[in-house]
Every structure is written in C-alpha cells, then in structure tokens.
C-alpha cells in the first residue's frame, strides 16, 4: 500500500485587505498636502512681488498681528 499524500498549504504574502485600506487612508492626506504646497510654490513662483505682499500684509492685519 502506497501512502496518499496531501497538498501543503503555503503561507499568504499578501497584505491583508484591511491593512491595505489603511495604508491608502493614510497616503491620501499626504499627496493633498504635497500637491497643494507645489501648487503654492508654482503659484507664488509667478506671481508679481508687490501681490504677495499685499496678500501677505492683508493676511496679517486679518489675523490680528501687527505689521507697522
């Protein structure tokens, strides 16, 4: 009599679904952030010195810093 031989399970690689969504969940703020500061730096790069004052100057007055 020949013994009958069973098939081995092999250990799963892949991450699981939960720890996926996760690691999605957390990557989505990160590039928002990152597009929105090179869309800063693109935006002020072209933009005139003197509006980037006036931008900067009413900021502060709107935010109660005094800038005289």
Do not use: E, K, N, Y
Not at 14 to 37: I, K, Y
Not at 38 to 60: E, K, N, T, W
Request: proline share 9%.
């Amino acid at each position: 009599m020949t013994p009958t031989l069973t098939p081995q399970t092999t250990p799963q690689t892949t991450a699981h679904p939960t720890a996926r969504r996760q690691s999605a969940a957390l990557a989505a703020p990160a590039l928002l952030a990152a597009f929105l500061g090179l869309a800063v730096i693109f935006v002020a790069g072209h933009a005139q010195s003197g509006a980037l004052h006036g931008a900067a100057h009413d900021v502060r007055h709107s935010t109660g810093f005094p800038c005289h």
